[in-house]
């Protein structure tokens, strides 16, 4: 199994720019979710969902958008990018919500200019 | 690269001490806990985890103590070794036991010393 994969690892954006942020998964995860990493900040939820078809904002939802047409894959737009949203991104899954150990991906390291 | 902050707190150790990393909450309806190690570079790694309805327990050379009277939550590390070195934090959740919303704090700086 690879695990959860996240490309790109590094992107350099210009404001205004849109990208997508891509995740997969091969453990068959039910649960998927991605979170920002920003220095003296913990991890903050942006979107999550339980099952293909199923999504819903976490903490910090504002300028993203996601999708989750598959069990494997779990996709994070960014529609109009901001320096604001320069930051670390993480994709995380789980066979469940429930007490289940959450699997992370490496991280894409985005910057906004 | 590194992907947490440059001001976390730093607890630095000798090679084979013993390491207390601590965690305070704020939620007194928190029911479940979890520790992470987060390598330079990498995505958190699960570690160990506690319900609320238990004060200890153990792992491979870890050990969480809970203290649900001041919210407190404890990761002590035994014979530490120089590939504990990372950023260690804990995330809580009150949703009867769900992780959909876990709620992370910022960390701590574990760096070991030969």
């Known amino acids: 199994n690879a695990g959860v994969t996240q490309t790109p690892k590094f992107q350099v954006l210009k404001t205004g720019q849109s990208m997508t942020l891509q995740c997969a998964q091969d453990?068959?995860?039910?649960?998927m979710s991605w979170y920002r990493q920003d220095p003296g900040m913990g991890l903050r939820l942006i979107h999550y969902s339980v099952g293909a078809g199923i999504t819903d904002q976490g903490e910090v939802p504002n300028g993203y958008n996601v999708s989750r047409s598959t069990t494997e894959d779990f996709p994070l737009r960014l529609l109009s990018a901001a320096p604001s949203q320069t930051s670390v991104y993480f994709c995380?899954?789980?066979?469940?919500?429930?007490?289940?150990?959450?699997?992370f991906g490496p991280g894409t390291r985005l910057t906004v200019l | 690269g590194e992907s947490v902050g440059l001001h976390l707190p730093t607890l630095s150790v000798q090679e084979g001490d013993n390491s207390i990393i601590n965690c305070a909450y704020s939620?007194?309806?928190?029911?479940?806990f979890i520790w992470y190690k987060q390598e330079s570079g990498k995505g958190p790694q699960f570690i160990i985890d506690?319900?609320?309805?238990?004060d200890k327990r153990q792992g491979q050379r870890v050990t969480v103590l809970l203290n649900k009277t001041v919210k407190h939550l404890s990761l002590q590390i035994a014979a530490t070794q120089p590939g504990d070195s990372a950023v260690y934090f804990c995330a809580e959740s009150s949703r009867s036991y769900n992780t959909d919303k876990l709620i992370f704090g910022t960390g701590t700086r574990l760096q070991v010393f030969p």
């Open positions: 506690i319900r609320s309805n238990m």
């Open positions: 453990m068959n995860h039910e649960y």
């Open positions: 995380a899954s789980s066979y469940s919500t429930g007490v289940d150990t959450q699997y």
């Open positions: 939620n007194s309806a928190s029911d479940y």
